[in-house]
């Protein structure tokens, strides 16, 4: 919290960015909506529904939020449908930016998933009609299809663009050289490039440091990390990490931090110690340091809890020292790169 010119408390406010080298500007702290979502619809039955995701919502906005990333297969669509409602409660179309997802299966039969020009072509409508928008600032590719042509894609997202239906288009989690190609041929072919890269990164799984992080800093991608506090283990003593109603039915984050638990003990045990120095919370200091990378534009924060949106905000204002730094990232051993 800040006072301002009569004593009188203002929360405090996140700042603005650059999504990578464009001119995209978003906000700095980026609300993730997976947790909002119809719980009897799709594989989140941990998920929240509108009238709870509401005074989420408002409070990251009114902290100074605009950005916000959902995707087709959160909730079986359901996710959308919220944000675009709650988002058109906020504030003018123009004024927030809306980011969503394609690649997940979102009904049953042939191209009902992956990234045909079939399947894009189909699910771009679908998710502009359940965000109620008539464009999306980013759409991302949820992640790498082996199955279609590279061409066959990259040239579908380009006239996604040139029809005005998104303004931008990013990718997700897969391996550095699947990107550079995909990367290659929309040059080649002098179609649309992706403008950023929505992969996992936090203190506990830092492998995008060997080669996507330095490909998108040299190439002007803009890196908006997903899960920055690892599913809340960072935020935690490690022992108590992996309990709650979320940690016990979802079945992807089960397979997420499982290997070197030495490692990732020491890890958050480091976390906690430089928060307590800083008078913070350990999440706090786990999404400063992520912000503090340069190749990183905006982490992606989810939130549950109203304390998880000041935190993210709160995180903005923290510099971490040098030995600080090397403190939370000595304990880490290399492993094998999860979530794709």
Known sequence: MTEDGN?????????????????????????????YGDPDRGAHPWSVGIDEARPFVRRA????ITTFDTANVYSAGSSEEITGTLLKELAPREDVQVFTKVNGRMRPGPNGA????VAIMHEIDASLTRLG???????????????????ETMEALHDIVRAGKARYIGASSMWAWQFA?????????????????????????????????PFCAHTGVGVIPWSPLARGKLT???????????????????????????????????????????????????????????????????ATKEHHIDDAVAASSITLTDDEVTRLESAYTPRVPSGF
């Open 7 to 35: 004593g009188e408390n203002e929360s405090a406010r996140t700042t603005t960015t650059r999504l990578g080298a464009t001119g995209l500007e978003i906000s700095s702290v980026v609300l993730g909506m997976m947790s």
């Open 61 to 64: 906005f009114d902290s100074g």
């Open 114 to 117: 992956g990234l045909s020009r």
């Open 133 to 151: 928008t008539d464009y999306v600032d980013l759409y991302q590719i949820h992640r790498f299809d082996p199955l279609t042509p590279v061409e």
């Open 181 to 213: 190609e995909m990367q290659h041929v929309a040059e080649l072919h002098g179609w649309t490039k992706f403008v950023s890269m929505q992969d996992q990164y936090n203190l506990l799984e830092r492998e995008e440091e060997r080669e996507m992080h």
């Open 236 to 302: 935690r003593p490690w022992e108590a990490a992996g309990s709650g109603s979320r940690a016990d039915s979802d079945e992807f984050g089960k397979t997420l931090y499982r290997q070197d638990e030495d490692a990732n003990r020491a890890i958050v045990g480091a976390v906690h110690e430089v928060a307590e120095a800083h008078d913070a919370s350990a999440a706090q200091i786990a999404l400063a340091w992520v912000m503090s990378k340069p190749a990183v534009s905006a982490p992606i924060v989810g």
